[in-house]
Every structure is written in C-alpha cells, then in structure tokens.
C-alpha cells in the first residue's frame, strides 16, 4: 500500500490514504501481474477498457468528459513511463470530481 500512495502522491500530495485503498481494492486481482497494474497511454484497447470499466461503469461518467480526463491523465504522466495503474484511475477520478464517491 505504501508504494501506491507514495506513487499517487507525486500527483497529488494531498491524496488521501483511505482513497487509494478503496482503487487498490478495487483492481484486486489485475495489481498482481506487472502487465496489468500498468496503464499504457498508447494502446487505444487499454484506453477504451479505462473508459469502460472504470470511468462510465465505476464512476458513472462517459462520453467526452471521460475521455477528456483519461487524456489529461495520459498528459499529467506523460513522463512516467510506467504509469501506476492505481495512480492512474485516482488521478482520472480526481478530474473528474469523483473522488468523494469511491
């Protein structure tokens, strides 16, 4: 949990602990293979799984406004060139103005 939080918090360093532990339980089992807890900005399957599953099925937003924050995101990391998943799905759901909602 340490490395998760360490990772989000080079993003927002006021992220809250109890919220990144709500993400990490929420992806399970997808953190335990190395491929899987990474998000890769050039893959538009990967973008479009972001898209479905976390922002318009977890989060209830979809359509331009999802899209927007996954690209904000992408930007936001763009020199992380392995992006936490966990890291990730906060900072989307931080555009967002989802965060209270986890």
């Not at 109890?18 to 929420?26: L, T």
């Not at 399957?45 to 922002?55: I, Q, S, T």
Request: glycine fraction near 6%.
């Amino acid at each position: 949990m340490a490395d998760y939080i360490s990772d989000v918090r080079k993003y927002d360093a006021k992220a809250d602990e109890a919220v990144v532990g709500k993400i990490v339980k929420h992806l399970g089992i997808a953190l335990r293979n190395k491929d899987s807890s990474l998000v890769s900005c050039t893959d538009p399957e990967e973008l479009k799984r972001v898209h479905d599953k976390w922002c318009a099925k977890k989060l209830g937003v979809d359509g331009a406004k999802a899209n927007a924050a996954i690209d904000a995101t992408c930007k936001a990391m763009s020199a992380d060139k392995s992006k936490s998943r966990v890291t990730f799905y906060y900072l989307v759901a931080k555009d967002l103005g989802k965060l209270g909602s986890l």
